[in-house]
């Protein structure tokens, strides 16, 4: 059971959407990803091949000496001449030594080569995945849904901000010309799951191990019925929760879950608030090693419960969490489909996803708006031109979903 608490609203806010911003985003850091993986992609085929050419070089040496030694060997009965043996052996041990001596100073040579390539082919990968990471931290679409959460994990807390978008693309509001009053065809569903871990000491309050009494000191929570000798009615046991650090959070688009925890009295402390509109729904929960009791289901302890404190709480909590979630550090997940883009590296799949679902959304808007303009008008000059004329033969599929003519994308 849950109380409702009148007079307090919790929501995450929303993203100021501009269309034209999304568009111009969508072909700034995702090429310039794209671009940096084709260098990548380059540089990989020539070190691959220069690794060959070493091991083949390698090779050809590795059969010197032999086929020197092959060929002393013939001509020692020739010579007839004494110690002819020794001189051989020193012949080949010179033969030895001085290809050894060759092997090192080509293996030098050849290997700082190589590392020269995977080092900068390292770089542009490295390139791409920043550019990325850019994009998504600039990120302008609206989401639909939002989930921080956090956990103490030896020590300290791991922060996470996840986001996910579903959307329906329909190709037919995409060709140049179409009447956009007319019915949507939808033709395929596209789903974007990403994750950013968060700086959580960024935040004084989650800069070390959070217990209860920095929130409010002396709180105390209504856990059982206990028996007196003065009184035959049933008194409330209370716990007193000071020491109580939070193990773990997790704030949705509209509710706050906190769970505190106790290890020497193996005892936990779970609450929640939702947001409904203009009310809110507070749950309080608590167990330890002998029972679990669901304090707002029980009317005696919701009562002694101080409500308002709890909320005011919770509420602060609430405003740090959405504070906390500015504070992005690294992307740590990002799913096309079923496609766990940071794993594949395939960045054209991702930016044909990506200009599907910006088109969606921008199409949404025009289309609640009532203002049915094609997607072409809201890139100006040639940025666009430019941009697509980067990506090759990629050009075509992400200029045909934009709704732009792909001959103007070429040279």
Known sequence: MSYAITGVSMSITGINFKPED???NLLNNPVQ???SMNQYS???VKSEALKA???AKIALLDTLVPDISSYLDSKVSSFGLPDIKDLVEKIRSFADSAVTMYKGTLSESMGKNLSDLENSASQEKEKAVKAVESYFLSFSLPTDSVRISMKLVNGSYDGRA???IITKYDSSLSIPGKDFKSKQNVVEDVSLNYEFSLRTADLDLFSSILTFSTLYKGFKLPVRFASTWASKEPAVDFEKIDKYYLAEADLSDKSLTVIFRDDEKAATAKFSLTSYEDNSILGAEYSDSSQTVDIMNQHG???ALDVS???NVLKLLFTTFMEMEKHKLRLTKLMLDENDILSSMDLPY?????SKIVVSKINALKLEENEFIPITSLLTGDYAKDRLKLLGDLATPVSRIMGIDSDKTKS
């Open 53 to 55: 050419e070493i091991k």
């Open 42 to 44: 380059d540089l990989k």
């Open 162 to 164: 996840s986001y996910r």
């Open 301 to 303: 302890l919701t009562n």
């Open 350 to 354: 991702l930016l044909v996803g990506m």
């Open 22 to 24: 999304a568009l111009k």
């Open 33 to 35: 990803a794209i671009v």
């Open 309 to 311: 404190t709890l909320t």
